[in-house]
């Protein structure tokens, strides 16, 4: 069984940053991809943003030069820096593989709100 457990969110004024993280255990392969997706309320789940083992990433346009994902390997850990955040970055973020292939957290939620 894998787990995700969210970690980070908050509420910021816009313009502001959070820094999320998400902790990986179970029986997942420490080389896999791994992603980030949010969902607002009344909205699909969206990808925002994914690392592979070796560090390349790719992003949703609507984040592009705002969002930084990183990972470390070691801790089994990755993260999401989020910067010059915007109301409707304001969503639930989950971490999963790219296929979404395990179980969903619990997600951090973060408000950005003036």
């Known amino acids: 069984q894998v787990q995700f457990v969210e970690s980070g969110g908050g509420l910021v004024q816009p313009g502001g940053s959070l820094r999320l993280s998400c902790a990986a255990s179970g029986s997942i392969s420490s080389i896999s991809a791994r992603s980030w997706y949010r969902q607002a309320p009344g909205k699909q789940r969206e990808l925002v943003a994914t690392?592979?083992?070796?560090?390349?990433?790719t992003y949703a346009d609507s984040v592009k030069g705002r969002f930084t994902i990183s990972r470390d390997n070691a801790k089994n850990t990755y993260y999401l820096q989020m910067n010059s955040l915007k109301p409707e970055d304001a969503a639930i973020y989950y971490c999963n593989t790219p296929s979404a292939r395990f179980d969903w957290g619990r997600g951090a939620q973060d408000a950005v709100s003036s």
């Open positions: 690392v592979t083992f070796g560090g390349t990433t």
